[in-house]
């Protein structure tokens, strides 16, 4: 496979692949090509590359860089802004993970936390069953957290090693 080929099979893929992570297609797609790249790319690049608007454009690198996953670089003489992506992939999955939890799970906690002190009767069987639920939800919740929070604190070796141990 060529490598014209190989690039864009790979930014389509992983322009897939990033729905299932929280993030839209054009999003990924513009991370992929941004990883993938050995150079940093202005946004005319980026536009060209995968031929969408410099709306779209701009919106998604601001989306990126919000994430963490995109850092702007000014090269020396050069007007426009450049954007690169982490190439540790390592670390890539860290701050998606990081940025899903700040943005799905911990509000779904704080959420839990209010529903949990609902107004009622604690002997009524629909209150009680109501509280049960929402604290066996929260539970499982701050379980997942804190696997997160080792996770986002890990090293690769540690939580690679670790993650075998688990499925020997």
């Not at 959420?111 to 109501?130: C, P």
Request: charged share 30%; proline share 1%.
């Amino acid at each position: 496979m060529k490598l014209t080929e190989a690039k864009q099979q790979f930014i389509s893929s992983w322009g897939a692949f990033g729905t299932h992570w929280g993030i839209n297609r054009t999003m990924a797609q513009i991370h992929a090509l941004l990883l993938i790249n050995a150079d940093p790319l202005s946004q005319d690049d980026i536009m060209e590359e995968l031929n969408i608007s410099r709306g779209n454009t701009n919106m998604n690198i601001r989306e990126l860089i919000n994430w963490g996953l995109v850092d702007r670089i000014i090269l020396t003489g050069e007007r426009k802004e450049f954007f690169t992506a982490e190439k540790d992939i390592w670390k890539v999955v860290k701050q998606i993970v990081k940025e899903r939890k700040k943005r799905e799970l911990d509000p779904m906690l704080k959420l839990l936390d209010q529903l949990e002190d609902v107004e009622g009767d604690k002997r009524d069987k629909n209150v009680k069953t109501f509280v049960e639920t929402v604290s066996g939800i929260k539970k499982l919740g701050l379980q997942a957290d804190r696997t997160l929070d080792i996770m986002i604190k890990a090293e690769e070796n540690w939580f690679v090693g670790n993650l075998v141990k688990l499925f020997k």
